[in-house]
């Protein structure tokens, strides 16, 4: 059953250390969940990023070839902004990822690689709530970012990657799914806020295409009306909400 909406959210887990988050495209952390990132950074964890594509088909104006690169390093420099410096790139072509076992593999060896206790995705499911239909990148990258958790700590599967020398990592807690329609818990995004939307704005070449707002009026507007909705079920303060799967 769907939780009622104005269910109060309850406050993410914080005993732990490591996180990774795979997501399919630069910018996807960044409107998904940066304000959460900056905070756990800032109290000394380690987060890293896994990127399945470098976005290189999100520009109408730009050929992929020059896009890709040019997004990779907007996306590093987003990254820095909120305290990660690892930012990693699995190659799938942007715009038609494929869920299925290569994928998995690929993410399951990116976590036995970083060991992280949380793993951190982004809406896997078909819609954004209502009528407002998800990408398939992000619905495959999401689910299978859910699946592979699961696969890394398993030894009889991909046991290619043992071979490899990535031992097999069951350490995997929680995966926290970002822009969720049915969120459970939350992270207070006051102090990461105005970091948050440094990091967006980091994509100035894809806002610019997307929009002809002013890009920090643009990005400073959606970050905040996100956090304040999301802080009207996590006792008035500005959130990053997540669903949170356990294991």
């Known amino acids: 059953m769907t939780a009622p909406r104005n269910e109060q959210l309850k406050a993410m887990p914080d005993d732990w ?15 998904g969940c940066a304000a959460a990132v900056a905070g756990w950074t800032d109290g000394g964890r380690e987060v890293a990023y896994l990127l399945a594509t470098r976005g290189e088909a999100g520009i109408d104006s730009l050929e992929p070839s020059a896009c ?13 902004v909120v305290g990660v410096s690892t930012v990693e790139f699995l190659d799938h072509r942007d715009g038609v990822v494929e869920y299925g076992v290569p994928l998995r593999r690929d993410i399951a060896a990116a976590i036995r690689r970083h060991r992280p206790e949380l793993v951190i995705t982004l809406n896997h499911r078909d819609t954004w709530g209502g009528v407002a ?15 592979a958790a699961a696969d890394a700590g398993n030894r009889w599967i991909f046991p290619e990657l043992t071979e490899r020398g990535l ?3 069951n350490g995997v807690r929680w995966v926290a799914v970002a822009g969720s329609a049915q969120p459970t818990h939350a992270v207070d995004a006051t102090a990461g806020l105005e970091r948050a939307v440094r990091s967006l704005l980091r994509h100035r070449t894809y806002i610019e295409a997307l929009t002809d707002e002013d890009p920090e009026t643009y990005a400073r507007s959606f970050l905040t009306a996100q956090t304040e909705a999301a802080g009207e079920r996590f006792g008035g303060t500005p959130a990053v909400a997540f669903e949170l799967f356990g294991r």
């Open 68 to 80: 890709g690169p040019l997004r990779e390093r907007e996306q590093r420099a987003s990254a820095a």
């Open 167 to 169: 031992e097999p990592w």
């Open 133 to 147: 239909w998800n990408t398939p990148d992000h619905v495959a990258v999401g689910r299978a970012t859910l699946d």
């Open 17 to 31: 250390r490591r996180a990774l988050a795979v997501v399919a495209h630069p910018d996807d952390l960044e409107y």
